[in-house]
């Protein structure tokens, strides 16, 4: 029986579909988020043993930063791939790519044993894992968006993005349960490998659900409509049709990938060395606020059908704007529970609103046979500005004598160009394959 009613896929396959987005999305972004949090906490005296106290975090930050230089080039290779030969089987690929060496990671000898390879080996895995990363964002997106109904696109387009938050909260998890159960001793030795390992597990789940999920129901429509014979390189249909739309795009990113970032990465470190806290409360709150993530994503999704993406994206660039200086005000009264609520309320209204239809509002800015380059390259060279914010945070830092404001500045600054940069996306939906532009009235139950 066909799993594809009059109306797109039967329930079933649509939750298959949801299923495999999400186990690769969680996959990158716990491998993601344990190289981040190990980055703060462990790499700087296993790696960099040797350095000034701050030369060693800003070594390790600028190492956890490389992954992103190599993001735009998985970008646009796979999103060639993926606008070309598929979806599905691009995705089984990037998803091999960035397990396997996260897995190895764990592996690595530190440099008391083999001296500089250790960095260098770091780095040679990180620049393959983000290789691999940065192909998977774009097709794992578009897995769930060009198979859901036109109507219920900003909600399950939500749901893959949920992982983003379950990532944090399982890496930050498995940190906070290695950081309780074991002694300092134990956990420099041998205990912070553990989340690395555990990758493993993620990765043969992820593989088995994606080689199960079927193309998607938009790429099969649009290889029936391509003429045989006639080839086209999607990097270039991307900027010869969508210029306007890529560059509002990339800036519309930013905001949301340096917001998360200093949220998390870089205020885990500021929490536990510049305030001199113990690592249990900033791992404690991002926990929670991960936890709370999951469910304000596809939340923020629902919402967004009715009222559009545009209007929840600017909510968030914009709490961004208002939150950057008091954020660091709060965790400056080192409180607890002050702590606690301002990573809670900072990650859920920022980035996490932003995120949550930040895919389905970029999908409607590109044609399907660009689609996956649109995305990819989009979100990947502006992911290279989120990647290194900890090591810019890190760096303004030092320059402030360990005073937050120039880091509240660079947030405020990178807000308000994303803000601007959404208020200027226009409410039209591109043609399908040549490139035009349809007004929305055109295309009934859209919102942007």
Known sequence: ?????????????????????????????????????????????????????????????????????????????????????????????????????????????????????????????????????????????????????????GFLGSLPQTAASAGIMLATGVFALCNHFLTQEQFLSWGWRIPFWLSAVMLAVGMFIRLHTEETLDFQKRRKLVVPGKSHLPLFELFRHHPRNILLALGARLAES??????????????????????????????????????????????????????IYLLGAGFCVLFAFPFFLLLGTKSTLIIWCSMIVGYNLGPTMMFAVQP??????????????????????????????????????????????????FLFLISVLSFVCVWLITPHQTADYAGQDKPLSQHQGTTL
Request: one cysteine or more.
């Open 258 to 311: 340096v917001s998360s970032n200093i949220i998390n990465a870089f205020g885990i470190v500021y929490i536990s060395s510049q305030l001199a806290l113990s690592r249990d409360i900033p791992l404690t709150g991002m926990l929670i606020a991960s936890t709370i993530g999951i469910l304000c994503c596809p939340l923020m999704g629902w919402i967004s059908d009715r009222v559009g993406q545009r209007k």
């Open 360 to 409: 389905t509002l970029f999908t409607r800015m590109f044609g399907t046979h660009v689609r996956y380059t649109g995305l990819s390259f989009a979100y990947q060279f502006s992911a290279i500005l989120g990647g290194m914010s900890p090591l810019i945070a890190s760096s303004l830092l030092a320059l402030g004598d360990g005073e937050p404001w120039y880091v509240a500045l």
């Open 1 to 153: 029986m066909s799993e594809i009613t009059h109306s797109g896929l039967s329930g079933k396959a649509m939750r298959r579909v949801v299923m495999g987005s999400f186990a690769g999305a969680l996959l990158e972004w716990y491998d993601f988020f344990i190289f981040g949090t190990a980055a703060g906490l462990v790499f700087a005296p296993l790696f960099f043993p040797d350095s000034d106290p701050w030369i060693g975090l800003i070594a390790a930050f600028a190492t956890f930063g490389v992954g992103f230089l190599t993001r735009p080039l998985g970008g646009i290779v796979f999103g060639h791939f993926g606008d070309k030969v598929g979806r599905k089987i691009t995705l089984i690929w990037t998803l091999g790519i960035v397990g396997v060496s996260t897995f190895l990671i764990g592996f690595i000898p530190t440099y008391k044993e083999i001296g500089v390879w250790a960095p260098l080996t770091l780095m040679a895995l990180r620049l393959i894992q983000g290789f691999g990363l940065g192909g998977e964002y774009g097709g794992a997106a578009l897995m769930t968006i060009e198979s859901a109904p036109e109507s219920k696109r």
